[in-house]
């Protein structure tokens, strides 16, 4: 089964809205982290936003923020006020504390800003 | 720079060649991976490790050797290159595996195999 899935290859957003994108995961770990990382044209891999499963509170850095539903075991990222630049591929990770502590990746969601 | 380096950052090779890519980090971070990244399939981990001299196979190994004499490099050999071995590939690295450390990423290594 896939431990983290994204289900939205592609999206397109207008430039300063809103956007979310969808995240879901599958563990029996009860202490586990989640990530998401931007990864522009450029290549790189950038951290955006992390969420620790005890964590009571949804994350926020900036304009992301991640809505963590536990029960649902979803983690979407919202991305407000969308920029030009935030045209990139998105992936959602997770850390669970068991095994050799690798961070498992979804697919990505490739996200495009429309002037 | 302090930071995480990969080099080189292209590179073109033919089947059955032997290929290393070479992974620096400054952090003195114990824990380094090298992951590949294919279409429709993410990242994926290739060899991770834990110290100096101490590797671990994940989820893709086949193919690959790494070593790890010193903290700060963690190169990745392709013993005899294949066509399937074409991808980029990223080496990261991290203070601890708590669950709440992130990863830090290098800027990746394009690989193609003719």
């Known amino acids: 089964a896939q431990k983290i899935t994204q289900t939205q290859p592609g999206m397109f957003v207008q430039e300063k809205e809103a956007v979310t994108l969808d995240c879901t995961y599958d563990t029996s770990d009860p202490s586990y982290g989640l990530f998401w990382y931007k990864q522009p044209s450029s290549g790189e891999m950038i951290f955006l936003i992390y969420?620790?499963?005890?964590?009571?509170q949804n994350a926020t850095e900036g304009r992301y923020s991640l809505n963590f539903q536990k029960a649902r075991k979803s983690a979407n990222l919202v991305i407000s006020a969308s920029q030009l630049g935030d045209s990139a591929m998105y992936f959602c990770a997770m850390r669970e504390s068991g095994g050799y502590q690798k961070v498992t990746f979804g697919t990505g969601t490739k996200l495009q800003v429309i002037p | 720079d302090a930071g995480i380096t990969q080099s080189p950052r292209y590179k073109i090779t033919e089947t059955g060649r032997q290929v290393t890519l070479m992974c620096h980090q400054t952090?003195?971070?114990?824990?380094m991976f090298w992951y590949r990244q294919d279409l429709g399939h993410g990242l994926r981990l290739i060899y991770y490790?834990?110290?100096?001299?101490?590797?671990d196979k994940g989820e893709v190994p086949d193919g690959y050797v790494v070593s790890r004499s010193k903290t700060e490099n963690f190169p990745l050999t392709l013993e005899s290159a294949t066509r399937s071995q074409t991808s980029v590939y990223f080496c990261?690295?991290?203070?601890?595996?708590?669950?709440?450390?992130?990863?830090?990423f290098g800027p990746g290594t394009r690989l193609t195999v003719l």
């Open positions: 490790s834990a110290a100096a001299d101490i590797t």
């Open positions: 990261a690295s991290s203070e601890s595996v708590a669950a709440d450390n992130e990863q830090f």
């Open positions: 969420q620790g499963s005890y964590d009571q």
């Open positions: 952090w003195s971070h114990s824990y």
